[in-house]
């Protein structure tokens, strides 16, 4: 999976996840939340992709550096002691935007695309650290993508990964991009 590189027809199927997911919760009358740093908003942007988003989509945030996490809840202790890009991190994040919007679910996304980032020493391209807060219960997942051939790829990429633990919560079957 970490060499697979997405393509036109891959988008569209993402994209069509997404609808099917926010769909979902529409009919189910729950809210969601993201707290994003590697997808910068690209989860958030899915979901208000289909018509009546805003009656689940409570908010989201986009904490691209170590500040904005902070300063959205992220404990400053656990990203220094865990480093940003760690299941700790990506867990703390699910959980702060959460509670934040008072939502019943919340997701929390962490890593690096194909570049080393210069801030954190803790990064790895390709490493992404994920998180889904839902009632009292958090799942957490980690993967590793190779390389893709446009930043929106990276970030529909993890996206997708995302989709298909949240399809796994909501028991919503979601069509396989990355197997």
């Known amino acids: 999976m970490a060499g697979k590189k997405l393509d036109e027809q891959m988008e569209k199927t993402?994209?069509?996840?997404?609808?099917?997911?926010t769909g979902c919760l529409i009919d189910r009358k729950m809210t969601i939340t993201t707290m994003e740093s590697?997808?910068?908003g690209q989860i958030a942007s899915l979901i208000t992709d289909t018509e009546g988003a805003s009656a689940i989509l409570k908010g989201a945030f986009v904490t691209y550096s170590n500040e904005a996490k902070i300063m959205q809840g992220v404990p400053e202790a656990m990203i220094e002691t865990c480093g940003v890009y760690s299941k700790e991190t990506a867990r703390a994040m699910a959980e702060a935007c959460k509670?934040?919007?008072?939502a019943d679910i919340g997701i929390g996304i962490t890593g690096t695309t194909g570049n080393i980032d210069p801030n954190n020493q803790d990064s790895v391209p390709g490493e992404v650290y994920y998180a889904v807060a839902v009632s009292d219960t958090i799942i957490d997942g980690y993967f590793q993508m190779g390389e893709q051939d446009s930043r929106l790829y990276y970030k529909l990429y993890a996206a997708e990964k995302v989709a298909e633990t949240l399809g796994d919560v909501l028991g919503v079957e979601i069509e396989a991009v990355l197997a």
């Open 38 to 40: 590697i997808t910068c």
């Open 14 to 21: 993402i994209r069509n996840n997404y609808r099917r997911l």
């Open 99 to 102: 509670q934040a919007y008072r």
